[in-house]
């Protein structure tokens, strides 16, 4: 099955969230470039995109730590729920009709 499901969206969403909080800051150090740090300032940026990737990857872990035993319980009950409700909207969303056509035909052909 194509797609990653819950896990996905949550790093996509995580990433996206830690890397526009990332951008401000970095925005706030604007300082820099014009103080002669321009090196300074892109190792800082490549550093604080490669922590954002790393805690994205371990989103999960933080939503069961933010507010134990709720968040453990609500990551399951999303684990649980997304397929069901949610999986078939963001495929629709991110993939064409063309391509969700030829899926049906291989899965038809794989069936025979």
């Not at 990433?15 to 800051?25: K, P, R, T």
């Not at 991110?94 to 291989?106: G, H, I, N, P």
């Amino acid at each position: 099955m194509r797609g990653g499901g819950l896990y996905a969206c949550g790093f996509a969403l995580t990433f996206v969230v830690l890397e526009a909080g990332s951008i401000i800051e970095d925005f706030k150090q604007i300082g820099l470039l014009f103080d002669g740090q321009v090196i300074s300032f892109f190792l800082n940026f490549i550093i604080d995109s490669f922590q954002n990737t790393l805690q994205a990857f371990i989103w999960p872990a933080t939503i069961a730590q933010y507010a134990p035993p709720f968040g453990a319980i609500g990551l399951g009950l999303a684990f649980l729920l997304f397929p069901v409700l949610v999986k078939k909207h963001v495929e629709a969303w991110l993939f064409s009709d063309d391509e969700l056509a030829e899926r049906a035909v291989s899965k038809q052909a794989k069936e025979k």
